[in-house]
């Protein structure tokens, strides 16, 4: 604490703690006048020296010089633990000894220069010493503070670790900050929630002045109130405030202690991130696995109707309506196998297992299989293939593959003008290879071209257009992606719309 002189003095904490808390007790006379004993201690001691000099150096003989230099070493050492007003006393003591016993005349107070001399010597040496005295325990007093913030923070970063996430985080980190800094009040500002969690008696508008630290991006302290609000930073970017109340920490503590705050709270946001993408990848297994296990099922009673009712459309003898009646189901039939073979597709692709067997294959001749895949002649020679005269084969799973193309041909089949032809063309960019189908007709709004690689999504222009279950276009892009490749769809004005793969190249793998 600083004493009466201004010097900092270290007080025994049973003197402090009896004048600070026991000024009610039945022995707070004592302890005050004990607390002044203490102040006093060095003026005393230098006392009872600058007797016992004087009396040794005049029994001895010694010189004016010899004595002087005893008397100079005891104002240093008042200066040094008492401060420069005791300093001062002990100054005017020695140089009045020094004139009465060893200026002449002797035994008298007659002036003379050496006394003025000594006396200003002694008064200098107290002024520096005490000044110096007072700097460096001040800068011991700040380096204590410093380590006590440090060891603080190191047991409030330590202990935020261990906090349990599942919980309420926001009021476990403020009332784990006002233990280890023996706190008045903590209130935490979480903007993302907007939600302020807060543990004792806050000052009136604490929580008006935490937002404010937010909002404005900037620090400030309350010395009437003893209370600092800071703003949460990730790097440049601010995610709530914190306030401190009643507290004697410095800027440097409570900015630490700050991003420390910032930094918990987005650990948690991480753990939940990743606790929920835990939980989204198991259904999508569990997902997965109900899609396989349905499309197998469908795919036996499908392969059996389908044989029943083409084999009696090959033995003949029907009516007209009996034939029409087996040609529809034998249709519905065939439309249901395509769709349990794209459950079984999605569920392959949704496999964690799962991994494309990759081999150098030109996209022209995938492109032709999946062409004679199409059902009508007559939609085969709707399509114009444009190949290069110098084609570069793409690094790609053959079967995965023509199962992409073939739902984008059949795409560019069922969603245009009907007899409109459809051009195909390849192109070589970079280390890829860009397959291009455009078609004339529907024409794809800007905000739908991504939402239609969604699983079971479908336009809103194309929910009249012909049946469809939204999973084709998610396939592809599935599919594409497990290739390091891409998919996209553009619209071509007044035109239709045009879906494009792309593929490393071969060379480039």
């Known amino acids: 604490m600083l004493g009466l002189n201004g010097a900092a003095l270290s007080l025994p904490r049973e003197s402090l703690t009896n004048v600070t808390h026991s000024a009610t007790g039945p022995h707070w006379v004592s302890s005050l006048l004990r607390a002044k004993l203490v102040l006093a201690a060095p003026s005393g001691f230098s006392l009872a020296g600058l007797i ?9 003989g010694q010189s004016f010089a010899f004595t002087g230099f005893l008397y100079l070493v005891l104002v240093v050492l008042t200066a040094l633990y008492g401060g420069f007003w005791q300093a001062t006393v002990i100054s005017i003591a020695a140089a009045a000894c020094l004139n009465y016993f060893f200026v002449p005349p002797i035994f ?24 110096l005295s007072l700097r460096a325990q001040m800068q011991a007093a700040e380096a204590i503070a410093g380590r006590c913030s440090t060891e603080r923070l190191y047991e409030a970063s330590r202990r935020i670790l261990l906090l349990d996430s599942s919980g309420d985080f926001g009021n476990q980190i403020t009332s784990l900050i006002r233990e280890i800094f023996e706190l008045k009040a903590v209130q935490l500002f979480d903007a993302l929630p907007a939600t302020t969690y807060q543990i004792g008696a806050s000052p009136v508008g604490a929580e008006h002045l935490t937002r404010d630290a937010y909002f404005l991006g900037a620090d400030c302290f309350d010395p009437e109130t003893r209370s600092w609000y800071c703003v949460l930073r990730l790097g440049a970017r601010p995610v709530g405030g914190l ?8 800027k440097l503590g409570a900015t630490a202690l700050a991003s420390l705050c910032a930094i918990a709270l987005e650990r948690l946001r991480a753990l939940q991130r990743e606790s929920h993408a ?7 297994q569990l997902r997965a696995a109900v899609l396989d296990a349905l499309a197998h099922q469908f795919k036996t009673p499908l392969a059996i109707a389908r044989t029943a009712s083409s084999g009696l459309l090959a033995i003949g003898g029907l009516s007209e309506l009996q034939t029409d009646l087996v040609t529809s189901i034998d249709q519905q039939a065939t439309k249901l196998e395509h769709l349990a ?34 059902d009508q002649e007559v939609d085969r020679d709707r399509f114009h293939v444009s190949v290069p005269s110098r084609e570069v084969p793409v690094f790609a799973d053959r079967e995965l593959i023509v199962t992409s193309i073939v739902q984008l041909v059949n795409n560019a ?22 397959l291009k189908v455009l078609s004339r007709g529907l024409v794809v709004k800007a905000d739908e071209r991504e939402r239609i690689f969604e ?46 793969i792309s593929l490393p190249a071969a060379i480039a793998a």
């Open 341 to 374: 073979s794209r459950l079984l597709t999605a569920a392959r692709l949704e496999a964690v297992e799962f991994e494309p067997q990759r081999e150098a294959v030109l996209f022209s001749r995938l492109l032709r299989l999946a062409i004679q895949k199409l």
């Open 108 to 131: 008298s107070f007659a002036n003379s220069p050496a006394n003025w001399v000594a006396l200003g010597a002694f008064e200098f040496t107290a002024l520096v010493i005490s000044r």
């Open 243 to 250: 306030a401190l109340h009643g507290t004697g920490i410095n």
């Open 413 to 434: 089949v069922q969603y245009s003008e009907p007899g409109s032809p459809v051009d195909v063309a390849f192109a070589v960019k970079s280390d890829r290879v860009v």
């Open 278 to 284: 835990q939980a989204a990848r198991e259904a999508e």
């Open 455 to 500: 699983r079971f999504y479908r336009a809103p222009e194309i929910q009249h257009g012909p049946a469809g279950t939204g999973l084709g276009l998610s396939i592809v892009k599935k599919i594409v992606e497990a290739h390091h490749g891409s998919v996209w769809a553009e619209g071509h004005e007044d035109y239709g719309t045009s879906f494009s």
């Open 52 to 60: 016992a000099c004087t009396w040794l150096s005049f029994h001895f």
